[in-house]
């Protein structure tokens, strides 16, 4: 009798436990509330192809980190034609200017401000992940590029679309929000050309910045990139059905840009002159998931990769049924996200030449100093460094 109660007992609990897991009661999954969720396979490169190179000497752990708990998120680093900054955009939706001694707001994005919503929080325990339910009224700038001639800023606002803001900073106006009737839902990033010509990149046209953990769960390809004529004052979409673009940079000539898939792990060619002009190719895959690409003055690319691929989130993007019952389970995001990404945070930076030769990697495989980097900007001899997620710029010296 009491073997049958103990496999009675068990028997139970078993049913409990999946009835638990099926209705998820208090909503921990990461699709509690996204009842259009679906899944879809991730055009992965071939495992063998995945880049295994590593610093061994963890070389970002020698960087100084600057501006602690001064700026949340920054994004972007921008320096403009005069030399002077770093300018970055924050979480709070303010583009903040250092003039060498303190930072001071430069300029804003959101038309619907409020000083109530959108002040920079001053509790101990604020993060860049504090602004997130508030960034579709306050904004949030993430891309920024400078037009060398006229001093112009250009924003990529996650929610506010492509935008611009003058030599003087303030109010930034807006130039698109949508492309063929389509609204920009989360623009990334952005460049601009000699003659004034902008690129820009918008990573989903379902899911807005403050879901974008869902974008990365889903796997859909609804991402566009676009190419702006200031004279026509027309947008055409240069690409459609791409895996979550991201950052985007001209090359040094101007004659493409490349542009990185975050979800795939790539980065893509997109010819704007010669025989190949508007068709695209894989540059180079790389050793994980990419978020902006900077070009430096010798014509090579700098790509920030948020963490490495590893084993359980190459299987996730291939299997997408196997991904969508792991994400009914009622694991909370943060532990779902931190499987993805091995564990924890892990800073990657890459250079590769225009050819899509791999010349550098740095990195802190401990998480020790840069847990997360999200831009790459090289100037001086320096890499400036800034984080979607982390209070603070990191600087690393290449001499």
């Not at 995945?50 to 960087?63: A, F, G, H, I, Y």
């Not at 900007?377 to 800034?386: A, I, N, P, Q, S």
């Amino acid at each position: 009798m009491p073997y049958m109660t103990l496999r009675q007992g068990f028997s139970i609990g078993f049913l409990l436990l999946a009835l638990y897991c099926a209705l998820d009661p208090f909503e921990h999954s990461p699709i509690a509330g996204f009842p259009e969720f679906e899944v879809h396979k991730v055009d992965m490169p071939a495992w063998s192809e995945v880049p295994k190179d590593r610093d061994k000497e963890n070389s970002l752990q020698k960087s100084e980190i600057l501006f602690v708990n001064q700026v949340q998120g920054p994004e972007s680093i921008a320096f403009d034609p005069l030399g002077r900054g770093p300018y970055t955009g924050v979480a709070d939706g303010r583009i903040l200017f250092w003039n060498g001694h303190s930072w001071s707001d430069f300029a804003y994005t959101s038309p619907n401000r409020s000083e109530a919503l959108c002040s920079p929080k001053a509790s101990a325990s604020a993060s860049a992940l504090s602004y997130v339910e508030t960034e579709h009224i306050c904004g949030r700038p993430l891309g920024l590029r400078f037009d060398k001639k006229s001093g112009d800023l250009y924003i990529a606002d996650a929610y506010f679309g492509l935008m611009k803001v003058g030599p003087q900073g303030g109010l930034a106006t807006s130039i698109t929000t949508e492309a063929e009737g389509v609204p920009l839902r989360f623009t990334n990033d952005v460049d601009v050309d000699t003659e004034g010509n902008l690129y820009f990149t918008d990573s989903s046209t379902n899911y807005q910045r403050k879901n974008f953990i869902q974008l990365v769960f889903s796997g859909e390809g609804t991402g566009r990139g676009f190419k702006y004529d200031p004279a026509t004052k027309e947008t055409t979409v240069l690409l459609r059905n791409v895996q979550f673009p991201n950052g985007i940079s001209l090359s040094k000539d101007g004659s493409f840009f490349v542009f990185s898939e975050a979800m795939i792990g790539r980065l893509r060619k997109y010819w704007l002159k010669g025989d190949k002009a508007g068709t695209s190719e894989i540059l180079a895959v790389l050793p994980g998931f990419p978020d902006n690409v900077r070009v430096n003055g010798n014509g090579d690319f700098w790509v920030a990769i948020f963490s490495r691929r590893y084993t359980y989130g190459y299987l996730n993007a291939l299997y997408p049924k196997m991904r969508k019952v792991i994400l009914k389970l009622p694991i909370p995001t943060k532990m779902q996200y931190m499987l993805l990404i091995g564990g924890r945070f892990r800073a990657v930076v890459v250079k590769y030449s225009p050819e899509g030769k791999l010349l550098q990697i740095l990195e802190d495989s401990e998480g020790e100093v840069v847990k997360a980097v999200s831009e790459v900007e090289e100037k001086d001899g320096k890499l400036w460094m800034g984080s979607v997620l982390m209070p603070f710029i990191a600087v690393y010296n290449l001499t």
